[in-house]
């Protein structure tokens, strides 16, 4: 057979492009190590908290925080290096060295980014993680607290509830989540029809730059810390600790968890809650969480189910009254309700054994799953005709489910200026679609994507229109990818108007003020102004 020489020619230029590459790449990430090393201070040695492939706890460290399984697949692209910061010199070491030699940094608090971008990327990247740096610093004199960004909210609400019965914080009900990406992309909780948002109540913080200068709010300025509170740190800094401000809880409060499906008339009750769900007191907040359930009765054997879930800031015989009164349909009682502690209500919206001890909440481990999330806005109620197709289709499409987040109240109050985060009066409430599975592979990820995607896509005459807004702490790959390169400004504007309305532009100007030359880059960061 003759030998075809262009081929094989082709073949050794291939492999030998391949092994320069490589070689470069090492001498590359060899020469970042150094530089950390050099850049070390003596009485904070940084080499404890470099991971590379090679050492031993590698893969402990990297899936430790992985808490979407989608992205623990042996497919997975790995950071050739974690740095588990015990310092903050260590993360202005990482930001010098990672500077200079041009490498992408991927910077993760908790983990929970919903589609990975906190620990995954397609680049060769390192990943700054900060779960060591979780001081929790509570003045009750004051009533504010310094907490570092590796802190979790069980720790944050557990420390609180150790010096206080009368004060909590209006954050996530996952107390898993990391206070440091949670905090800045504009995290909520069941307290946010009454106190807002986390970013209605951070007064100070202590944020590293692209050169690693250390600022407070005074010295970084009010652009910056505009940006920091709802627009994704992540594009502008690393964030080492907020200052919050605590607000003021009753020793009581009332929960309650009332689940109807489609045969105990939940169209009717459904359609009830949309008309009065954002107009309630403020201390009244009420989730709907909607699945798909097996049936007895109905023909095909599912049906959708309605989960009512509350929080009430006060006691259960005014709850009651004002479920009642608003919501007669739900048929509330008193036997319905439980009346505890603040900090139990965080358990009891965790699903744990309400009387179980609280410092449960100190657990760093949640139960895993592989998942997608989405996000709209809703601005007018569904006709109930509607509603009825919505749960056909939920049946169609299951196990894909929705649900309902009611704003209102002090969330209608706050300028949709005020923050980055834009989406305040005139929304009645807010959807997070979720599939999770417990299978890995691509095609089952795929099948069950699409599922989500299905959904929302079915839900498009309902929901917010041009643009048609999202969440970003519900981070959706799907509203588009930033490749970071000649037309990062228009990439950016697909996904960033979505997420912040007429607050981008803001966003861009500040960005391109304080990070010139992008440092600061993900998949969906916030871009700088073409040159």
Same mark, same amino acid.
């Given at each position: 057979?003759?030998?075809?020489?262009?081929?094989?020619?082709?073949?050794?230029?291939?492999?030998?492009?391949?092994?320069?590459?490589?070689?470069?790449?090492?001498?590359?990430?060899?020469?970042?190590?150094?530089?950390?090393?050099?850049?070390?201070?003596?009485?904070?040695?940084?080499?404890?908290?470099?991971?590379?492939?090679?050492?031993?706890?590698?893969?402990?460290?990297?899936?430790?925080?992985?808490?979407?399984?989608?992205?623990?697949?042996?497919?997975?692209?790995?950071?050739?290096?974690?740095?588990?910061?015990?310092?903050?010199?260590?993360?202005?070491?990482?930001?010098?060295?990672?500077?200079?030699?041009?490498?992408?940094?991927?910077?993760?608090?908790?983990?929970?980014?919903?589609?990975?971008?906190?620990?995954?990327?397609?680049?060769?990247?390192?990943?700054?993680?900060?779960?060591?740096?979780?001081?929790?610093?509570?003045?009750?004199?004051?009533?504010?607290?310094?907490?570092?960004?590796?802190?979790?909210?069980?720790?944050?609400?557990?420390?609180?509830?150790?010096?206080?019965?009368?004060?909590?914080?209006?954050?996530? &009900?996952?107390?898993?989540?990391?206070?440091?990406?949670?905090?800045?992309?504009?995290?909520?909780?069941?307290?946010?029809?009454?106190?807002?948002?986390?970013?209605?109540?951070?007064?100070?913080?202590?944020?590293?730059?692209?050169?690693?200068?250390?600022?407070?709010?005074?010295?970084?300025?009010?652009?910056?810390?505009?940006?920091?509170?709802?627009?994704?740190?992540?594009?502008?800094?690393?964030?080492?600790?907020?200052?919050?401000?605590?607000?003021?809880?009753?020793?009581? &409060?009332?929960?309650?968890?009332?689940?109807?499906?489609?045969?105990?008339?939940?169209?009717?009750?459904?359609?009830?809650?949309?008309?009065?769900?954002?107009?309630? +007191?403020?201390?009244?907040?009420?989730?709907?969480?909607?699945?798909?359930?097996?049936?007895?009765?109905?023909?095909?054997?599912?049906?959708?189910?309605?989960?009512?879930?509350?929080?009430?800031?006060?006691?259960?015989?005014?709850?009651?009254?004002?479920?009642?009164?608003?919501?007669?349909?739900?048929?509330?009682?008193?036997?319905?309700?439980?009346?505890?502690?603040?900090?139990?209500?965080?358990?009891?919206?965790?699903?744990?054994?309400?009387?179980?001890?609280?410092?449960?909440?100190?657990?760093?481990?949640?139960?895993?799953?592989?998942?997608?999330?989405?996000?709209?806005?809703?601005?007018? +109620?569904?006709?109930?005709?509607?509603?009825?197709?919505?749960?056909?289709?939920?049946?169609?499409?299951?196990?894909?489910?929705?649900?309902?987040?009611?704003?209102?109240?002090?969330?209608?109050?706050?300028?949709?200026?005020?923050?980055?985060?834009?989406?305040?009066?005139?929304?009645?409430?807010?959807?997070?679609?979720?599939?999770?599975?417990?299978?890995?592979?691509?095609?089952?990820?795929?099948?069950?994507?699409?599922?989500?995607?299905?959904?929302?896509?079915?839900?498009?005459?309902?929901?917010?229109?041009?643009?048609?807004?999202?969440?970003?702490?519900?981070?959706?790959?799907?509203?588009? &990818?930033?490749?970071?390169?000649?037309?990062?400004?228009?990439?950016?504007?697909?996904?960033?108007?979505?997420?912040?309305?007429?607050?981008?532009?803001?966003? &861009?100007?500040?960005?391109?003020?304080?990070?010139?030359?992008?440092?600061?880059?993900?998949?969906?960061?916030?871009?700088?102004?073409?040159?």
């Amino acid at each position: 057979m003759a030998i075809s020489w262009p081929l094989v020619v082709s073949v050794l230029l291939s492999i030998s492009s391949l092994v320069t590459s490589a070689s470069n790449s090492d001498s590359v990430h060899e020469a970042f190590v150094q530089c950390l090393l050099d850049n070390s201070h003596p009485s904070h040695p940084i080499s404890e908290a470099i991971f590379t492939p090679q050492s031993p706890s590698y893969a402990t460290v990297l899936q430790s925080y992985i808490r979407n399984l989608r992205f623990n697949e042996t497919y997975t692209p790995k950071p050739f290096l974690i740095l588990t910061a015990l310092h903050q010199s260590h993360i202005q070491a990482a930001i010098i060295c990672a500077k200079k030699g041009n490498i992408q940094m991927k910077i993760r608090s908790g983990g929970h980014d919903y589609d990975g971008l906190s620990y995954v990327a397609t680049v060769p990247f390192f990943v700054l993680d900060m779960f060591n740096l979780r001081s929790i610093d509570i003045d009750t004199e004051t009533e504010t607290v310094w907490v570092q960004s590796g802190a979790i909210l069980g720790e944050l609400y557990y420390r609180i509830s150790e010096l206080s019965k009368t004060h909590g914080f209006p954050a996530g &009900v996952c107390p898993t989540v990391g206070v440091g990406g949670h905090f800045t992309g504009g995290g909520y909780g069941n307290m946010m029809r009454k106190y807002g948002l986390t970013v209605d109540n951070i007064v100070d913080a202590y944020v590293i730059d692209v050169n690693g200068r250390i600022h407070d709010r005074k010295s970084m300025g009010e652009d910056l810390f505009w940006a920091i509170r709802g627009g994704g740190a992540a594009s502008f800094g690393v964030v080492l600790a907020y200052k919050i401000k605590l607000v003021h809880v009753p020793e009581i &409060v009332t929960v309650f968890r009332v689940e109807k499906t489609l045969e105990d008339n939940a169209t009717d009750i459904v359609d009830q809650w949309q008309h009065v769900a954002s107009k309630l +007191p403020k201390e009244l907040f009420v989730r709907l969480v909607i699945d798909v359930v097996n049936s007895s009765t109905r023909t095909g054997g599912s049906t959708v189910r309605v989960s009512f879930i509350s929080l009430f800031l006060g006691d259960s015989k005014t709850l009651v009254s004002i479920m009642n009164e608003n919501l007669p349909l739900l048929g509330l009682s008193q036997s319905d309700c439980i009346e505890t502690s603040w900090i139990r209500s965080v358990l009891f919206w965790t699903n744990i054994t309400i009387d179980s001890p609280t410092d449960v909440l100190l657990n760093r481990t949640p139960s895993l799953s592989y998942l997608k999330r989405k996000s709209d806005y809703v601005k007018q +109620p569904i006709p109930k005709t509607a509603l009825e197709g919505i749960w056909e289709k939920m049946i169609e499409l299951q196990p894909a489910q929705m649900i309902f987040n009611p704003y209102g109240g002090r969330m209608a109050e706050i300028e949709s200026t005020a923050t980055p985060f834009p989406h305040r009066a005139g929304n009645l409430w807010k959807i997070q679609y979720l599939a999770n599975w417990n299978q890995g592979g691509a095609e089952t990820a795929q099948r069950y994507i699409g599922l989500t995607r299905k959904l929302h896509r079915y839900m498009t005459p309902f929901v917010s229109k041009n643009p048609r807004e999202a969440f970003l702490n519900y981070r959706d790959i799907d509203l588009g &990818v930033n490749h970071n390169d000649r037309g990062s400004y228009l990439e950016g504007r697909v996904y960033g108007i979505k997420y912040f309305k007429g607050n981008f532009n803001r966003l &861009v100007l500040i960005k391109t003020k304080v990070d010139p030359t992008n440092f600061f880059r993900n998949e969906q960061s916030i871009p700088t102004l073409p040159h």
